[in-house]
């Protein structure tokens, strides 16, 4: 038996994951991201967010070498970390810092394409050692509409841009204001399952040994 834990803290990773067949723990890493960015400042954005999602992967791992969470681990555990931010005009957004920065982003991007990119890093652990990793970015064009003012105003008053790369989601009430997605619609909602399935056979875990039972 393998224990999946899901170094994050984005209720829309779990969602996607247990929607998936599976019902992994949660640890969150509390990694300083700003400081990983500010050291990164010359890479690409792709390794700026493989970076930041290798870094929450290792941290949750650090604490399971020194014994820590969970608490009845099975032989081997899973760790997958994952960071997602928005690239439109070079520049990489997180989650907007208040209201004003959602609104003015959203200005900024109505009616034009975006690249959501997510970071994800999978490591797989056993009898108190670190034995493989794999780690890799994904990227998904979004579409996004043009809301209006009001349509706007009513979307930032929910709360819900605050909380997500980009001000975006496609799933929520932010799925009314996305014209489409080119590419993996996982990847968009913070974890991409072809390409964790994928990492997840590179460290040696068959995704479907790690699905609840019917």
Not at 55 to 69: R, S
Not at 86 to 99: N, S, V, Y
């Amino acid at each position: 038996m393998t224990t999946l834990i899901l170094a994050s803290a984005s209720p829309a990773r779990l969602d996607v994951l247990r929607a998936a067949g599976l019902d992994p723990l949660v640890a969150v890493s509390g990694v300083d991201e700003d400081a990983i960015l500010a050291g990164l400042l010359d890479a690409e954005p792709e390794a700026r967010i493989r970076a930041l999602a290798e870094a929450k992967a290792d941290a949750v791992v650090q604490v399971l070498l020194a014994g820590g969470l969970p608490e009845n681990p099975a032989p081997a555990v899973v760790v997958v970390g994952c960071d997602s931010m928005l690239l439109i005009d070079g520049e990489l957004q997180g989650k907007p810092a208040d209201a004003e920065q959602a609104t003015l982003r959203w200005r900024q991007m109505a009616g034009r394409d975006g690249v959501l990119l997510t970071g994800h890093a999978v490591r797989r652990v056993a009898g108190g050692e670190l034995l493989a990793t794999a780690s890799a970015t994904r990227s998904s064009v979004v579409r996004m509409g043009r809301p209006t003012d009001t349509e706007l105003a009513a979307y930032i008053a929910t709360g819900e841009p605050l909380t997500v790369a980009g001000a975006l989601t496609i799933d929520r009430f932010g799925g009314w204001f996305v014209d489409g997605v080119d590419g993996d619609p996982s990847n968009v909602l913070g974890i991409s399952l072809p390409l964790t399935r994928e990492l997840l056979s590179r460290v040696g875990v068959s995704v479907v040994d790690l699905w609840r039972s019917p």
